[in-house]
């Protein structure tokens, strides 16, 4: 998998007003990925991000600049939050700073944003994505059994299936009583021989859909005592192709916050093994695009 290293972007100032002493330019902005769908929200820090407040922002192309509205700025995050003008698509989508003391600044290197079709079944793209920036909110309770499927909001059909090593003591495995039946304790330590990343369709209804994330081993540590998650999908045989592997690093989030108290279950749902009642929410951050990755728990043992 080609890596996407974190997009840092060197301001070069159309106009550098060095004798006034007013022109405090931004020496670089960071955003949160530099290839996005359109009309995805797109995250913009500096290096003071207070900076970024109160200054218009624009996207530009060869043929267009639109101004970006409707910006807030999170400071858990530290920086503005935009939504992608519908009208901006293309290679090397500039962003700009009008400053009210240097005018207006560009930066050296742009955005890529692509249409839903450049993203499907695109291997350097795999698990989905989010429009919007979630922003991440502890949760109040954890689940009781992190293991069984995880399912993504944005495409019910890609799914990762955690289970782990159970914990022993003296020799011994802990036992644990969840919703009335006896199972062994959880440890942190994700069970890499039974833990996978999954279609639905293929999985669960034999669908023959040949997704590049079926069947791939995962690996990690889901620690729900530090609330912290990182594990690793091994994709070096999919379909065929060497996609490497691709690390994901995150933490359990409030799924009411974060407005994904959902009932869609599967298409695929035989038996209705996907119950509609979502409880639990991971968010992750994959290491080499930088995209976010949602996953809710589906409420069954």
């Not at 996005?36 to 624009?58: H, V, Y």
């Not at 079709?117 to 350097?124: R, W």
């Not at 159970?166 to 330590?189: A, C, F, H, L």
């Amino acid at each position: 998998m080609k890596t996407l290293n974190y997009l840092t972007i060197i301001l070069f100032g159309l106009s550098i007003v060095s004798c006034n002493p007013d022109c405090d330019q931004l020496l670089t902005i960071q955003v949160d990925s530099p290839t996005k769908q359109m009309g995805d929200e797109i995250l913009i820090t500096a290096n003071d991000p207070e900076d970024l407040i109160n200054r218009q922002i624009l996207f530009a192309t060869e043929s267009t600049s639109v101004l970006a509205t409707n910006g807030r700025f999170e400071e858990s995050l530290g920086g503005m939050i935009f939504e992608l003008p519908p009208s901006i698509q293309g290679e090397n989508v500039q962003i700009q700073v009008d400053d009210p003391d240097c005018g207006l600044i560009s930066f050296s290197q742009g955005l890529s944003v692509k249409d839903a079709n450049f993203f499907a079944n695109n291997p350097q793209f795999i698990p989905p994505s989010p429009p919007e920036i979630v922003i991440p909110a502890p949760p109040i309770t954890f689940p009781p059994l992190v293991q069984n499927a995880w399912v993504s909001p944005q495409d019910l059909d890609y799914c990762i299936w955690f289970k782990f090593l159970p914990e022993i003591v003296n020799g011994d495995t802990v036992m644990v009583e969840v919703n009335g039946q006896m199972v062994p304790k959880e440890s942190n330590i994700i069970d890499p021989y039974n833990s996978k990343e999954f279609s639905v369709r293929e999985l669960v209804c034999g669908d023959d859909a040949r997704t590049l994330y079926h069947n791939h081993s995962v690996s990690g540590i889901i620690d729900r005592e530090r609330n912290f998650v990182n594990f690793f999908i091994d994709r070096k045989d999919a379909n065929g192709q060497n996609l490497g592997i691709e690390e994901f690093e995150g933490m359990f989030i409030d799924i009411e916050q974060a407005g994904y108290m959902e009932t869609k279950v599967p298409e695929c749902n035989p038996d209705n093994l996907f119950d509609p009642q979502k409880l639990y929410l991971i968010l992750v951050r994959s290491k080499q695009t930088n995209r976010q990755l949602l996953l809710y728990q589906q409420a069954f043992l």
